[in-house]
């Protein structure tokens, strides 16, 4: 087993006025060769969008992205004809696929919104692009894990095109996660708000852990949220 921690003072950071974001990995400016992705995880940025801002219409081909809104809202439109604004708790999916144009907008004029972006790299391109909301549930994640994506869509996660499943959870005092990493995977822990123990190391928001075969043990949470990846290994 190999526990590696990746602090949040570590990350790469950019700050163009109306977004601040932190990357975990090697993204746009920012350059670490040893941080170019873990799996198929290829980019983790925490973006923080002042209001009346966002990202202008632009194009993706063969990503599966997608953003976990942890303060304010986010509005999306897309060339597929979607659109929708999404809040706190909720989570928007996209596949790329054959190529997709897309704008992400905070619609409140007062108020940052605060995401993670997210990105993946499919397990096959030209797939069909596709767009999907999900709502996580607090009474399901409390304490315990909450699939929201995975490879087959199974437990009323959204499916996406990577052999991956991509869970949530809410730990505070007592409350104890774990999760075993099957041989030939790997896992990674984002801590997205609050503080937690994992196998016995302290991390914070912005920290993240990342694993290759073992056990996965969360504990000692103080108002923590946290994402946990079980992803297939690239060979």
Known sequence: MTLHIIKSKSRGMADHGWLRSRHTFSFADYHNPHMMQFESLRVINEDIVSGGSGFPTHSHKDAEIFSYIIDGQLEHKDTLGNGSVVGAGGVQYMAAGTGVSHSEFNPDDENAVHFLQIWLLPNRTGAPPRYETLQLDDSLRRGRLQLFLSGD???????????????????????????????????????VKGQAAINGHSLSAGDACALTDGALEITHGRGCEFILFDLAALH
Do not use: H, P
């Open 153 to 191: 869509g199974r437990a009323g996660s959204m499916k996406m095109n990577q052999d991956v499943s991509i869970y949530s959870a809410l730990l505070d005092g007592d409350e104890t996660v774990k999760f075993e990493v099957t041989q030939g995977r790997s896992g990674w822990v984002q801590i």
